[in-house]
């Protein structure tokens, strides 16, 4: 298994824009918000949990 960097540890400490987030199912909108609120999140072949520096997240609809 590749160990890749992901679009989270990429914006760590800048912006991540996310768009139609609303079109995303419910469960992982959740998780999303979560990593956003808590500043951490784990990889999936990883035990231990990445922290990430503020992120900017800013979408809406008109």
């Known amino acids: ?10 914006a760590n ?5 996310l768009d139609e987030v609303s079109d995303l199912p419910k469960a ?3 998780k999303l918000i979560a990593v956003i609120q808590d ?10 949990w990445d ?3 503020p992120v ?3 979408s809406w609809k008109t």
């Open 56 to 58: 900017m997240c800013v």
């Open 13 to 17: 400490n800048g912006t991540l824009h």
């Open 28 to 30: 992982f909108q959740a």
């Open 1 to 10: 298994m590749r160990d890749t960097t992901g679009k989270l540890a990429l």
């Open 51 to 53: 922290m990430i520096g």
């Open 39 to 48: 500043g951490a999140f784990r990889r999936i072949s990883r035990r231990c």
